[in-house]
Structure formats: structure tokens, C-alpha cells
């Protein structure tokens, strides 16, 4: 990657420089121009990372693939639930200052815990595993 950086430095400066010489009439032009070289050399370096992951082995799967074999997924719940916990802490707070926060925050752990739990168990379930 070292040398497509100096190269993408290299073009970036010539194109620089040549918009400065020849004014701001086709300073669009060579910018344009600029941008679409490195659109292909990201394009080129997606491809060959893609063809990279696409020939490991099994052996070599990456971390979030072993998470889900062993049921630890996220999901849209822990989102929803942090989200939420916005105005909640706000509400607790205001409230019952110290209290009330450790009280929404309480509530939204426990949320998160029991559907972690409950995630976890359905897809033991249903690879047929033991509890």
C-alpha cells in the first residue's frame, strides 16, 4: 500500500499544480480527473482485498464469524435500546436525580442481558447444542 500512497501523493501534487498553472478554467477538469484515477485505484484495492477474503480457508475465518458460531451477535435491539437510553437517563435524572439514572440504566442492562440470554439460547436451539 506504501507505494499506491506515494503515487496517489505524486498525482495529487501534479494535478495541484497544474490547476494553479493553468487557472481556474479547467481546475474542474483536472480535479475531476484526479478523483477518477483514485476511484480506480480504491476500486483496485477492494478487488483484490475481496479476492483476498474470498479465498481463505475456514480455518482463517474472521473474528465476527466465530462470534456469531458461538451465538454473540448484535442486533437491532441493543441499538434500539442505547438509543432510547437517551431520554430515559434524562428522565430518570431529572426526576430522581442520581437514582433515577441508575435505575433507567438498570432497567436497559437487564433488558439487553435477558435478550442476549434469550438470542443465545434460540440459536443453541436451533444447531441442536446442549445447554
Known sequence: MQTSDSETKKDLRAAVLTAQELGPDYEGEILDGFLQRLDQRIDAQIAVRVRRELSRGPAEAPAPAARERRGWTSSPFQYVSLVAAIPLSAIGANLAHTQ?????????????????????????????DDF
Open 100 to 128: 433515577g439514572l441508575v435505575i433507567a440504566w438498570a432497567g436497559i442492562v437487564g433488558l439487553n442481558v435477558v435478550h442476549a440470554y434469550s438470542q443465545r439460547r434460540e440459536h443453541r436451539e436451533r444447531r441442536g
